[in-house]
């Protein structure tokens, strides 16, 4: 096999299959020339508003071959080529304030084809060919300088390289063999690479992806440029599985392989017959595949990533414009835009997707041989709240109010994660202070996320307010920017009074005759209902008899007196010092007149019983002959 690589790059491979793969650059390319010169625009109405692009690297001819991670905190990672004169493997990371580059490996010509990914500390892993020695690389960063091997030099081989990482951070490789025309992998068992051809049939390999499942078994998508069709090869555990995707005519090339939360994979790549960009998924029986965009000649480079909801987000070049573009699935249709069109950018394509679905993407511009990065920003707040209402809560000092969710941007979109909202009231319909309606001094701030716009009704119960009072609400909204909406409408309500109460159905415990310094538990539990209309706490204390104290051991004409309120029947070892009733009011607590069960008397909602048990323990002598009554008070207060 004769390799050469010439002044700007342009990798060929002198076999039939190499010869057809360059004569659908050339094809693509040459298209897109004739197009050009008119700059033929094949959609209308898009904004570019929300897209922040940087040019990261543009030392010389820079930016081929890029591959984007990123990390726990949302930062980029990027691999790429430093091209003509260099050769280089690079590598650019955002640090939170500024850009860092390196140079990675400049050993011969190397940094072809580079795939990157992260693992679980953030740091970054990445596959690449060594074009100087025909062999596969591999590089990590060991948190002080990057560790470089060769992971397999059988052969012409590390063409087409993509990498993934397991559940315990070691790489996993897809390739091609161009000896033989062979895909191939290659993966770190922990101390040694493992490798093995997984597709041999015909002239295979080209434009490999890999991701993998939640058993870490590699899936991956490539192009069989025999048949010019679109294959894919999954591990079954013991087995490789290969399908043929797509085989409408000249498919295939450009691949990219993401998986979702049912391990079913998606893949996007181009129709070279038709120039457009298409998407293949496995449904669990059989492939969908659809026609994404057909606007003039589209869909090489294509790289994608599925989002939280498992919908796929693509980026591709379009080559009649000389266009970085930008496809998602909505759930209901495809969303197309130009990302970049200053100049002819977007080739080498890779896409990552943050924490909020949005997606990141680097790029080459061609024109200007630099590496180049676009991100989604949100710059549109949710839409102001025009139906906000309040009326009485159920509970005392209570106010209920509902009004209509607000999009992430207008009445558009769910609110993402990190979203939240804002209420303010005062007693002064003007705000409080009067005139002074402000977000910054709100008095409740509440996160959310995921409801659907509009139709779906939020509520909130606003407490702690002063009973018989009227109250005025204003309410914000914003997403994880945060933009923030503008201000609601008012809503005004009326506070009812709380109201303390309890019921207790069973009034006295019947102890019997008990002798001197004898005990006794009581035979069934006293219930006690909440019948206020705020949630409540209880407080208790005793009254003794006339000629008796109670007191916390037993004496002459000194009794102890125990309450404990629990779901389970007591025996005496449940009933500790903490649960002495005394002369004086005391507050329930999770240690105070607490049994062993699931509830206490504490903060007992509306409506709910609570069972009381008592445990007597007689005074060790008496001079009372008559039959005594102790009387226990219980009162609820506020929590």
Not at 297 to 309: H, K, Q
Not at 442 to 459: E, F, R
């Amino acid at each position: 096999m004769n390799k050469k690589i010439d002044g700007r790059k342009n990798v060929s491979c002198e076999s039939r299959g190499a010869v057809q793969i360059l004569l659908l650059r050339v094809s693509v390319l040459f298209f897109a020339f004739l197009l050009y010169t008119g700059h033929l625009t094949l959609f209308t109405g898009v904004s570019y508003a929300n897209w922040e692009i940087q040019t990261l690297d543009s030392a010389g001819d820079v930016g081929e071959y890029t591959s984007i991670a990123l990390d726990t905190t949302n930062y980029p990672h990027i691999s790429y080529c430093d091209g003509f004169p260099n050769w280089d493997l690079k590598y650019a990371k955002w640090t939170g304030t500024s850009w860092s580059t390196q140079t990675v490996d400049s050993a011969g010509d190397v940094g072809l084809w580079t795939s990157i990914a992260l693992d679980t500390n953030n740091n970054p892993h990445i596959s690449y060919s060594d074009y100087t020695n025909y062999d596969l690389k591999y590089a990590k960063w060991t948190d002080t300088s990057w560790s470089t091997q060769t992971v397999d030099s059988a052969g012409s081989v590390g063409e087409y390289t993509s990498i993934a990482l397991d559940t315990n951070n070691n790489p996993h490789i897809s390739y091609r063999a161009s000896t033989n025309g062979d895909l191939k992998y290659a993966k770190w068992t922990g101390t040694s690479w493992s490798t093995q051809t997984v597709d041999s049939a015909g002239d295979v390999g080209v434009d490999t992806s890999i991701a993998l499942d939640t058993t870490n078994y590699p899936h991956i998508s490539y192009y069989d440029s025999t048949n010019v069709d679109l294959k894919y090869a999954k591990w079954t555990g013991s087995s490789w599985s290969i399908q043929t995707v797509d085989s409408a005519e000249l498919v295939g090339r450009y691949t990219s392989i993401a998986l979702d939360t049912n391990n079913n994979p998606h893949i996007s790549y181009v129709d070279a017959t038709n120039y457009n960009l298409r998407y293949a998924t496995w449904t669990g029986s059989s492939w969908s595949i659809q026609t994404v965009d057909s606007a003039g000649s589209v869909g090489t480079w294509t790289s994608i990533a599925l989002d939280t909801n498992n919908n796929p987000h693509i980026s591709y070049y379009d080559a009649t414009n000389l266009d970085l573009r930008y496809a998602k699935w909505t759930g209901t249709s495809w969303s197309i835009q130009a990302v970049d069109s200053a100049g002819d950018v977007g080739r080498d394509t890779s896409i990552a997707l943050d924490t909020n679905n949005y997606p990141h993407i680097s790029y080459y511009d061609n024109a200007n041989f630099d590496l180049k990065y676009a991100k989604w920003t949100d710059t549109t707040p949710p839409a102001a709240v025009t139906n906000l209402s309040g009326q009485p809560g159920t509970a005392g000092n209570t106010i209920h109010l509902t009004w209509s969710a607000p999009g992430d941007d207008g009445w558009n979109n769910a609110l993402p994660l990190g979203s939240q909202f804002k209420i303010q009231y005062s007693t002064n319909p003007d705000g409080n202070p009067p005139g002074l309606w402000d977000y910054g001094i709100a008095q409740i701030t509440v996160s959310t996320s995921g409801v659907t716009p509009y139709t779906t009704q939020v509520t909130h119960t606003v407490t702690d307010l002063t009973g018989g009072t009227t109250y005025f609400f204003r309410i914000w909204h914003a997403d994880e920017v945060p933009n923030w909406s503008g201000l609601s409408n008012t809503a005004t309500s009326y506070a009812q009074a709380a109201i303390l109460i309890v019921d207790i159905t069973e009034v006295s415990f019947n102890f019997g005759q008990i002798f001197p310094g004898g005990s006794i538990i009581s035979s069934s539990s006293a219930t006690v209902t909440n019948m206020g209309n705020i949630n409540a706490t209880y407080q208790i204390k005793l009254t003794p008899p006339t000629g008796w104290t109670a007191g916390t051991t037993p004496g002459v004409d000194q009794f102890v007196f125990y309450v404990i309120v629990t779901t389970i029947t007591p025996i005496a070892a449940d009933f500790n010092a903490e649960d002495i009733v005394t002369t004086t009011l005391q507050t329930c607590s999770d240690t105070i007149f607490a049994g062993t069960g699931t509830k206490n008397g504490v903060n007992i909602p509306v409506g709910e019983k609570r069972y009381m048990w008592a445990y007597f323990r007689s005074p060790t002598q008496t001079s009372v002959e008559t039959q005594q009554g102790i009387i226990i008070t219980i009162t609820p207060v506020s929590p």
